[in-house]
């Protein structure tokens, strides 16, 4: 993308190199294997680009191959990247997907984790229609926490723009009592929250969508997933501040071939749909449809038979 015109989504977070067995089997075995560049925020930025929208990713990656081919990969799918730095002094990070046995991540110094509050200084946030951000970056180092602090005060102080908020918790990032507090207070700044109803009862304790909106009252949009059931959405009219209206869409029956990248697919497909101005159920409607798309592939991206191939 060369215009310098603000695009209406800005993402903020790390991407690793993503190294993946090419068919659906343990790396214990895997005798070919498959390298993308996978990370949360970019994986939105990419499913909402390809969705007709124009969209930034902002992050650090080492000045390595790694750090320049994940580059060029996300930048092909039409994603602004005029405001992601290469570091010569730390690496990229790099993950391993096990099929069947999660993820391995190898990330710890890496260049996305020196992020700090000034690597957003200069950017003009506040002009976008939606910032996304996810509970993973405040768990990378305390500058990336200062970071994600920064956004969100910014972000308060705008009349236009959406803070979008992935409760995203990563077990293997910090622990449990460490992590709850945080990823609650910043839940409760946000004003769209996207957090897992098996995630929620980890970490608050919340069994069900209801207890995670009694919980978070103030986001006046939270989005409840609930995995292959469906995903619940309560609404408070931002302009009375009279809550809360709930509707549930119910998930697309897929046959799962992995499920790591479909959270980010339906907050993309959600997203996408926001912005397009879609009414509740289609907003979840189209998040469900996103994420049905990567259940069926090994990568965190995959684009539907009628979006062009990159």
Avoid at 11 to 32: C, F, K, N, W
Avoid at 57 to 66: I, R, T
């Amino acid at each position: 993308m060369t215009s310098e015109a603000v695009p209406r989504l800005i993402t903020i977070g790390e991407t690793m190199m993503m190294v993946t067995p090419a068919r659906a089997e343990s790396l214990l075995v895997a005798q070919d294997v498959r390298i993308h560049a996978g990370g949360a925020e970019s994986n939105v930025a990419c499913h909402v680009a390809h969705l007709g929208h124009t969209t930034a990713w902002v992050s650090a990656l080492g000045d390595d191959v790694l750090g320049h081919r994940i580059h060029g990969a996300i930048a092909e799918h039409g994603v602004d990247t005029r405001w992601v730095a290469f570091d010569p002094a730390s690496p990229t990070g790099v993950y391993f997907k096990d099929p069947g046995n999660g993820v391995l991540y190898y990330r710890s110094g890496s260049a996305a984790s020196r992020m700090s509050a000034a690597t957003v200084a200069d950017i003009p946030l506040e002009d976008a229609d939606v910032v996304h951000l996810s509970g993973i970056t405040p768990a990378l180092s305390a500058d990336c926490a200062a970071l994600v602090e920064a956004v969100f005060d910014r972000i308060a102080s705008s009349s236009r723009t959406t803070l979008s908020f992935d409760v995203n918790y990563r077990p293997a990032l910090w622990k449990l009592d460490a992590a709850a507090p945080v990823l609650q207070e910043l839940a409760s700044r946000a004003d769209l929250v996207f957090v897992g109803r098996d995630e929620a009862e980890t970490l608050w304790g919340c069994p069900t969508a209801a207890d995670v909106r009694q919980l978070l009252p103030e986001p006046a949009r939270l989005v409840v997933k609930d995995g292959d059931i469906g995903a619940t959405e309560f609404s408070t009219d931002v302009a009375t501040g009279v809550a809360d209206a709930s509707a549930f869409e119910p998930a697309i029956p897929t046959e799962v071939l992995e499920a790591v990248g479909a959270g980010d697919a339906f907050a993309a497909g959600y997203l996408a749909a926001l912005l397009s101005g879609a009414p509740t159920s289609e907003r979840l409607r189209a998040g469900h449809e996103r994420a049905s798309l990567v259940l069926q592939s090994t990568s965190d991206f995959i684009v539907a038979s009628t979006e062009p191939a990159i």
